[in-house]
């Protein structure tokens, strides 16, 4: 068997790190990777289950990399992730194009599911979901050289209704400070600049390790003494642990970016009770207007669902109310979906597709134009950017794509810069705002 290997890894960055980890240890054992599925003799598809689109998701690209079994090079197709520890019995049953599935507490066992196939057997690896990878594994990366994800934690205890994650990927266990420490210094070491913190609930880190207290604000500023990086990312900061003193931290500490990703899900009271949330509207609102209250401004993304059972008309109207109040910075929605196993998925008065689309695309109308009034009120303004890419976009003409330190990567928008004189991949450069859009800006160099 040759030594090319393809992948595929879907749903959320978390996921993205299990696949970097997966093929560090293959890359140790000498293989390379190709962009070129149907040249690949092994392909992996780290997959996602957290609402039905994803699950579809993954079946589709599980069908459409199977194919190259046929039409390829393909002898070995590995289902890893998320479906593959919901699902195992029905896949191997339902699509014997798979020759390995791999639990999400069995990544570290990749190895041992291609030399099976090497020896033309079909083999299912599920382990306990206590695994944790840490900075003494192999890694490739497969984002960009100047930023990486660093996942702090795994698992998740909050019991939402909606959601299978603990199912799949078990209860909240926290990396040592230490750990983290070590594998940030390595990134720093190897030229990124920006790491962003993710965990199924960053605010909840370490709490595990210290009798119910999170470590979150030690553990930045512990981070923020690594000399190379300079941008602190955080994502999935839920309300429910976010402390004065976090907030605290966030505003004191120039590497940490001001940036809170705040998944709240809904605002009406009796909806989050049926979602299981840990919140009420009360104190969501309170806390966000003592984000709101301090003196520099700090960039606030949440996360929204539409058509959870139950969910009224007027419950609706609550909450479309509220994105008009707080006027989020960056948004996103998503309709609810009706999962296998959830105690949600069980509940009596299911709203209608149509509905669901209706409230969703609702809400979004809203925030584009939250979003637009955001951006156009930027321009004229000064802030840090990165540059992600520089592209010919004419003969002779090019322009820069990359973030403002208020973007996260891959969720918010794009900062474009038309002059690329003395510009480079990865450079954080000072930039003014000239016009801004619905999700874009346009920024020239200072």
Same mark, same amino acid.
């Given at each position: 068997?040759?030594?090319?290997?393809?992948?595929?890894?879907?749903?959320?960055?978390?996921?993205?790190?299990?696949?970097?980890?997966?093929?560090?240890?293959?890359?140790?054992?000498?293989?390379?990777? !190709? #962009?070129?599925? /149907?040249?690949?003799?092994? +392909?992996?598809?780290?997959?996602?289950?957290? =609402?039905?689109? @994803?699950? $579809?998701?993954?079946?589709?690209?599980?069908?459409?990399?199977?194919?190259?079994?046929?039409?390829?090079d393909c002898k070995g197709l590995i289902v890893a992730g998320c479906l593959s520890q919901q699902?195992?019995?029905?896949?191997? !049953? #339902?699509?014997? /194009?798979?020759?390995?599935? +791999?639990?999400?507490?069995?990544?570290?066992? =990749?190895?041992? @599911?291609? $030399?099976?196939?090497?020896?033309?057997?079909?083999?299912?690896?599920?382990?306990?979901?206590?695994?944790?990878?840490?900075?003494?594994?192999?890694?490739?990366?497969?984002?960009?050289?100047?930023?990486?994800?660093?996942?702090?934690?795994?698992?998740?205890?909050?019991?939402?209704?909606?959601?299978?994650?603990?199912?799949?990927?078990?209860?909240?266990?926290?990396?040592?400070?230490?750990?983290?420490?070590?594998?940030?210094?390595?990134?720093?070491?190897?030229?990124?600049?920006?790491?962003?913190?993710?965990?199924?609930?960053?605010?909840?880190?370490?709490?595990?390790?210290?009798?119910?207290?999170?470590?979150?604000?030690?553990?930045?500023?512990?981070?923020?003494?690594?000399?190379?990086?300079?941008?602190?990312?955080?994502?999935?900061?839920?309300?429910?642990?976010?402390?004065?003193?976090?907030?605290?931290?966030?505003?004191?500490?120039?590497?940490?970016?001001?940036?809170?990703?705040?998944?709240?899900?809904?605002?009406?009271?009796?909806?989050?009770?049926?979602?299981?949330?840990?919140?009420?509207?009360?104190?969501?609102?309170?806390?966000?207007?003592?984000?709101?209250?301090?003196?520099?401004?700090?960039?606030?993304?949440?996360?929204?669902?539409?058509?959870?059972?139950?969910?009224?008309?007027?419950?609706?109207?609550?909450?479309?109310?509220?994105?008009?109040?707080?006027?989020?910075?960056?948004?996103?929605?998503?309709?609810?979906?009706?999962?296998?196993?959830?105690?949600?998925?069980?509940?009596?008065?299911?709203?209608?597709?149509?509905?669901?689309?209706?409230?969703?695309?609702?809400?979004?109308?809203?925030?584009?134009?939250?979003?637009?009034?955001?951006?156009?009120?930027?321009?004229?303004?000064?802030?840090?950017?990165?540059?992600?890419?520089?592209?010919?976009?004419?003969?002779?003409?090019?322009?820069?794509?990359?973030?403002?330190?208020?973007?996260?990567?891959?969720?918010?928008?794009?900062?474009?810069?038309?002059?690329?004189?003395?510009?480079?991949?990865?450079?954080?450069?000072?930039?003014?705002?000239?016009?801004?859009?619905?999700?874009?800006?346009?920024?020239?160099?200072?």
């Open positions: 068997m040759s030594k090319l290997l393809g992948y595929i890894s879907l749903g959320c960055a978390k996921n993205l790190v299990d696949t970097e980890v997966m093929l560090g240890a293959l890359q140790d054992n000498g293989y390379e990777i !190709t #962009e070129k599925l /149907e040249t690949a003799e092994i +392909i992996i598809i780290n997959t996602c289950t957290f =609402i039905e689109k @994803a699950k $579809e998701e993954s079946i589709n690209t599980i069908l459409e990399a199977g194919q190259y079994k046929q039409y390829g699902y195992q019995e029905e896949l191997f !049953t #339902e699509i014997p /194009e798979i020759d390995a599935l +791999i639990g999400t507490g069995s990544w570290n066992r =990749i190895m041992e @599911a291609v $030399e099976a196939i090497q020896q033309g057997q079909r083999i299912c690896i599920m382990d306990s979901m206590t695994n944790m990878y840490d900075e003494g594994m192999p890694r490739m990366m497969t984002t960009p050289d100047y930023s990486a994800y660093v996942k702090i934690s795994e698992g998740c205890n909050n019991g939402c209704t909606f959601c299978i994650i603990p199912k799949v990927r078990g209860a909240y266990r926290s990396r040592s400070i230490e750990s983290i420490e070590r594998e940030v210094q390595q990134l720093a070491e190897a030229g990124v600049k920006e790491v962003v913190l993710i965990a199924q609930d960053t605010t909840y880190y370490g709490a595990d390790l210290n009798n119910g207290t999170p470590l979150i604000s030690e553990l930045l500023k512990r981070l923020a003494k690594i000399e190379g990086i300079e941008w602190i990312r955080m994502l999935y900061l839920y309300p429910k642990h976010f402390s004065d003193e976090l907030l605290e931290t966030i505003m004191t500490e120039p590497k940490v970016c001001k940036y809170i990703d705040m998944p709240l899900q809904h605002i009406n009271n009796t909806v989050l009770q049926r979602m299981n949330r840990k919140d009420t509207r009360e104190n969501i609102e309170a806390l966000l207007h003592k984000i709101r209250d301090r003196s520099e401004h700090i960039t606030l993304r949440t996360s929204l669902i539409v058509g959870f059972p139950g969910e009224t008309e007027e419950q609706f109207q609550e909450l479309a109310d509220f994105v008009k109040d707080i006027r989020f910075d960056h948004m996103g929605v998503f309709t609810y979906s009706q999962e296998d196993g959830t105690p949600a998925g069980m509940m009596e008065e299911q709203i209608p597709e149509e509905v669901k689309e209706e409230r969703y695309h609702t809400l979004m109308v809203i925030q584009a134009q939250v979003s637009e009034e955001h951006n156009r009120d930027l321009e004229g303004t000064v802030h840090q950017g990165m540059i992600e890419s520089i592209d010919e976009v004419e003969p002779g003409k090019f322009l820069a794509r990359g973030r403002l330190q208020m973007q996260a990567p891959d969720v918010d928008g794009n900062m474009y810069v038309e002059d690329v004189t003395g510009l480079s991949e990865g450079d954080i450069v000072t930039v003014k705002v000239s016009q801004g859009f619905a999700y874009d800006v346009v920024v020239e160099t200072v």
